[in-house]
């Protein structure tokens, strides 16, 4: 008795092509079907050829790629008012897909935005440690406002007046002392760093 083996899949690519009836290389159904289904690209291969040989799909070669399709005679003949009536159903749910797909768009969108705003508790508590941190800023303000040892405006001009003076006359007698020393290194015979140290001791 003659045994046929049977691949993996074979009845699911032949219920998938004579559900698409459309052409399609072995590449193109292993990639449909494979993420799915979980098919290999050798049983894939296998079962589609075992298929045509059976005569339950076709095939067709063009140079070195096939092609295989569902077999047109199982399905009836379709006359031109099917077709016209195909065809406006088919312009129907394209309109219709339009649609829900922009419907789809406008709801992501408005949920992105929901996501990413604070919810009613998350408010309240932002709100609540605002309060309190102008809280702290008022008692800090009646704090400074109420205090008795507050700088005038005149004080404070007349400190950085002779801040001014003050570090003025110093750069003038820094100076001063530079050019004695200089002075006297050029008649040193030691270095500016003994001298300095000398001077100290």
Known sequence: MLLISIHPGTSLILAYLNEKNRPYSAQDVFCNLQKQHGLGKTAVVRAMEQLATEGRIKEKTYGKQKIYFADQAQFKDVNDADLKAMDCQISELSAEAQSLTHSCRQLDSELKELNSSLT????????????????????????????????TPEEKEKVYKERTVYVKEWKKRKRLASDMMNAILEGYPKSKKEFLVSGNS
């Open 120 to 151: 009613t508790e998350e408010m309240m508590s932002e709100i609540r440690a605002l309060k309190e941190e102008c809280s702290r800023y008022r008692a800090r303000l009646e704090k400074i406002k109420s205090a008795t040892n507050h700088v």
